[in-house]
């Protein structure tokens, strides 16, 4: 015999007679939560640091406005042919797109100064970005041809490392610890890989890469755990450790003997009939088995962390350890299984770069693990917001890559330093609002 089910009620629930309705009379009193969400409504002004988070966002879109009509808009301008296929392109003249992405620009800088922040912020600061982007593409390609397939599909290759770097920092910091040392643990995995895979073969570097950095790894859980250092310390400890070795065997093993630094490259794949796909074909179905890899892992890890019992204790070890060990989950070695993993998934993304240029250089890694952190915290410890996130700073690598070849007269110098700029614009702009684990980077005594 089946439960009686419960009839609906006409009368409404305490919890929806207490939400405030639209046109209706004002709550007489706000929750901690609830400020945005009733501004939204109409019932309260927005806050002092709302107006002036909405004054500065205007104020951004005029400064890219007067950039777009100083810089963009000026001198002869021509006629830019961006390439979508090997007989396929369209044209863009630059100056008309500088002065209407100049007027937008304006107009939505007025608005967000005017109205403030709202619900259509995030998607018109997305079309601004796109738009001024692409205004400075066909600046910067005036008179000349830009392959916008090659283009993205460099950009997904640059965020490779990105990607699974963070994934790195994601498993080590939803488990509580704090993990700097990215950029160290990917560094010794590009040495090690070469080193091992110039003797062997680069599928055997590989997996020393990986048990490299796992022991890294290791080491910094050690630290945290057994002697509850600082875990922001350590890890900067562990990176200027890695990169002070790695310097030196460079210079006194490989430079010496160039036979230990020559590795095997891992040439890209391509997937029958998917990689005949106008435009997508080539950008996600040529690849290297690195891309693959990298995006199976986001997708396996984004999985487990949310659905099954391994994830499930993971986040309660990072948000509430004491809860966590009450119910009988073992915190520290949660967080030395989490660690090694996390080494493992850092090194192999080390031994992309001796994979994709077949050797090791000195300080090959030039500042990517910090970068990949960067991507840990827009991305909200999430894999896939992580993925997104990468494949920004990915598409501003390689941006900065083809502008070299063009002549476009920006100094190397800054063009190098664009994917670094781009990484203070956008955790400065998506950074604030990331909450982290609550437990991040605190010491936990087992009872």
């Known amino acids: 015999m089946s439960a009686p089910v419960d009839e609906p009620s006409d009368t409404p629930s305490s919890a929806d007679a207490e939400r405030p309705q639209r046109g209706g009379p004002p709550p007489t009193s706000v929750g901690p939560g609830e400020e945005a969400y009733l501004g939204t409504l109409g019932f309260l002004e927005e806050s002092p640091e709302n107006k002036r988070r909405a004054r500065n966002i205007g104020i951004a879109y005029l400064v890219a406005a007067v950039v777009c009509l100083v810089v963009f808009a000026r001198g002869d301008g021509g006629v830019s042919t961006f390439g979508i296929s090997d007989d396929s392109s369209f044209s863009v003249a630059g100056i008309p797109l500088a002065w209407f992405t ?260 000195e300080n090959i890694t030039n500042g990517r693990g910090f970068i990949a952190l960067a991507v840990v915290i827009v991305g909200r410890w999430n894999p896939f917001g992580a993925l997104l996130a990468a494949l920004l700073f990915g598409f501003a690598d390689a941006l900065a890559l083809k502008f070299s070849f063009l002549g476009t007269g920006i100094p190397s110098e800054f063009l190098e330093m664009a994917p670094f700029l781009v990484t203070l614009v956008v955790v400065a702009s998506f950074g604030r609002g990331a909450r982290p684990p609550k437990a991040l980077g605190q010491p936990y005594e087992q009872q």
């Open 102 to 361: 100049a007027v937008t620009l304006a107009a939505l800088g007025g608005a967000q100064i005017m109205r403030g922040t709202g619900k259509w912020t995030a998607a018109a600061a997305s079309v601004a970005a796109i738009l001024f982007v692409f205004t400075f593409m066909a600046w910067a390609a005036a008179g000349q041809s830009f392959s916008l397939t090659g283009t993205l599909q460099d950009a997904l290759k640059a965020a490779t490392p990105l990607v699974l770097g963070a994934l790195a920092g994601i498993m080590c910091e939803r488990s509580g610890i704090i993990n700097i040392a990215i950029e160290g643990l990917l560094l010794s995995g590009a040495f090690t890989s070469a080193l091992v895979g110039s003797l062997t073969n680069i599928w055997i570097g590989i997996v020393a890469a990986m048990i490299a950095s796992c022991l890294l790894a290791l080491l910094l859980a050690w630290l945290a755990i057994r002697f509850s250092v600082d875990q922001v310390i350590a890890g900067f400890a562990i990176n200027f450790f890695v990169l002070g070795l790695t310097s030196f065997l460079d210079s006194r093993v490989l430079t010496r003997n160039p036979d230990y630094n020559s590795v095997k490259t891992i040439g890209d794949i391509e997937v029958p009939i998917l990689s005949d796909i106008p435009f997508i074909g080539p950008i996600l179905f040529e690849q290297s088995f690195y891309v693959y890899t990298a995006l199976a892992l986001v997708g396996i890890i984004g999985w487990a962390l949310f659905r099954t019992k391994w994830g499930l204790r993971t986040r309660a070890v990072g948000e509430h350890p004491q809860a966590a060990g009450t119910l009988g989950v073992n915190v520290i070695r949660r967080r030395y299984y989490n660690l090694a993993m996390a080494g493992a998934i850092a090194g192999f993304g080390g031994s992309w770069w001796t994979a994709d240029v077949g050797r090791f250089n």
